[in-house]
């Protein structure tokens, strides 16, 4: 079992920044890769980024590469999503999941909104 605990949400000016961070407990966090995904309204949940357990690879959807950075640290349980240059179109509940084989754990979400 795993729980996920996301913080750093919040209202932000398009443009701005904000960095979001997910405590794991539970499962040992350097066994396993983590993710994070959003969802709109009236939208599916989409992917956004995912680190691998050691954190040397990364992944990105389109939509964020260059602005987004995920990063992890293992002594602290934390995985982190960094979001630069934001825009409207970001607003969204901000999860962060396990990147398990299979029975991912997911967080309770983080709203981030940006504002035109």
């Known amino acids: 079992q795993v729980q996920l605990v996301e913080s750093g949400g919040g209202l932000v000016q398009a443009g701005g920044s904000l960095r979001l961070s997910c405590a794991a407990s539970?499962?040992?966090?350097?066994?396993?890769?983590m993710g994070w995904h959003r969802q709109a309204p009236g939208k599916e949940r989409e992917f956004v980024a995912n680190?691998?357990?050691?954190?040397?690879?990364?992944t990105y959807a389109d939509s964020v590469k260059g602005r987004f950075t995920i990063s992890r640290d293992n002594a602290k349980n934390t995985v982190y999503l960094q979001m630069n240059s934001l825009k409207p179109e970001d607003t969204a509940v901000y999860y962060c999941?396990?990147?398990?084989?299979?029975?991912?754990?997911w967080g309770q979400g983080t709203q981030v909104t940006v504002s035109s």
């Open positions: 999941n396990t990147a398990l084989p299979r029975n991912n754990y």
């Open positions: 539970g499962r040992t966090f350097s066994t396993y890769g």
């Open positions: 680190i691998s357990f050691t954190g040397l690879r990364t």
